[in-house]
T-cell receptor
Framework: GAVVSQHPSRVICKSGTSVKIECRSL??????MFWYRQFPKQSLMLMAT?????????EQGVEKDKFLINHASLTLSTLTVTSAHPEDSSFYIC?????????????FGAGTRLSVL | QKEVEQDPGPLSVPEGAIVSLNCTYS??????FMWYRQYSRKGPELLMY????GNKEDGRFTAQVDKSSKYISLFIRDSQPSDSATYVC?????????????FGKGTKLTVNP
C-alpha cells in the first residue's frame, strides 16, 4: 500500500516552454501533497504544500507564478513549471500524506528529472 | 545548530557487515521518526517509521529512537550490495496547525561484494 506515482520520470524541454508534472496517490486519499526539489548530492528542499481544494502554500523564495500547483482531487496534484529556463533544471519529487491515517508520514513518488535546454 | 544532523559519509562496508546509521536532533517536539532509502535518481522510499523511544525491527533493519538523548539510529544486518544507497533520516512535527518534515542530509552507503 501507500504508493505514489509520479509522471513523467524524465522530461527535456526547450527554454520558455511549460512543463506539467503529475503526482497521484494510487491506493489512498491524499488530503495533503508536497512538492520538493533536489539538487545533486543535496537534501530535499520543500517547495510547497498543497491541500485538496485549496491554494498551495509556498516556501519562502519559491515563486508561485513560476511553479503552479493544482490539487484538484484527493488523489492528484500537479506541478507546472511555467516558462522554464535552464536554471529550473532539477529533480522534482512529490510526496503525499494519507488523510485517513493518524501517522504523519509522507510517501514519495519516484521523481521527475527536468532538463531545460 | 541544525535541527537534524546526519553524517553524510560516505560509508563503505564489506558485504555481510552490520551498518549503523545515526541522526541527532535538537527539537524535542519531533513526533514521528523515519528512515528513507534513496537510490540514485529516484525518490525516497520509506524504510522504517517509529513514534516512541525504543527499537523497531523489520527483517534486516532495526530502527532505534532515544528521545532522551535526541538520537535515532538505523541498523542494517547482513548488509548486501543492493543496500548501497543514500539513507536519509526524517522527522515530523506539527506547529501551528501545519506539518513540518525535516530531513537529514543523508548518508551515502556502499556495500562492497
Amino acid at each position: 500500500g501507500a504508493v505514489v506515482s509520479q509522471h513523467p520520470s524524465r522530461v527535456i524541454c526547450k527554454s520558455g516552454t511549460s512543463v506539467k508534472i503529475e503526482c497521484r496517490s494510487l491506493d489512498f486519499q491524499a488530503t495533503t501533497m508536497f512538492w520538493y526539489r533536489q539538487f545533486p548530492k543535496q537534501s530535499l528542499m520543500l517547495m510547497a504544500t498543497s491541500n485538496e481544494g485549496s491554494k498551495a502554500t509556498y516556501e519562502q523564495g519559491v515563486e508561485k507564478d513560476k511553479f503552479l500547483i493544482n490539487h484538484a482531487s484527493l488523489t492528484l496534484s500537479t506541478l507546472t513549471v511555467t516558462s522554464a529556463h535552464p536554471e529550473d533544471s532539477s529533480f522534482y519529487i512529490c510526496s503525499a500524506r494519507d488523510g485517513h491515517s493518524a501517522k504523519n508520514i509522507q510517501y514519495f513518488g519516484a521523481g521527475t528529472r527536468l532538463s531545460v535546454l | 545548530q541544525k535541527e537534524v544532523e546526519q553524517d553524510p559519509g560516505p560509508l563503505s562496508v564489506p558485504e555481510g557487515a552490520i551498518v549503523s546509521l545515526n541522526c541527532t536532533y535538537s527539537n524535542s517536539a519531533f513526533q514521528y521518526f523515519m528512515w528513507y532509502r534513496q537510490y540514485s535518481r529516484k525518490g525516497p522510499e520509506l524504510l522504517m517509521y517509529t513514534y516512541s523511544s525504543g527499537n523497531k525491527e523489520d527483517g534486516r533493519f532495526t530502527a532505534q529512537v532515544d528521545k532522551s538523548s535526541k538520537y535515532i539510529s538505523l541498523f542494517i544486518r547482513d548488509s548486501q550490495p543492493s543496500d548501497s544507497a543514500t539513507y536519509v533520516c526524517a522527522m515530523t512535527l506539527t506547529q501551528g496547525g501545519s506539518e513540518k518534515l525535516v530531513f537529514g542530509k543523508g548518508t551515502k552507503l556502499t556495500v562492497n561484494p
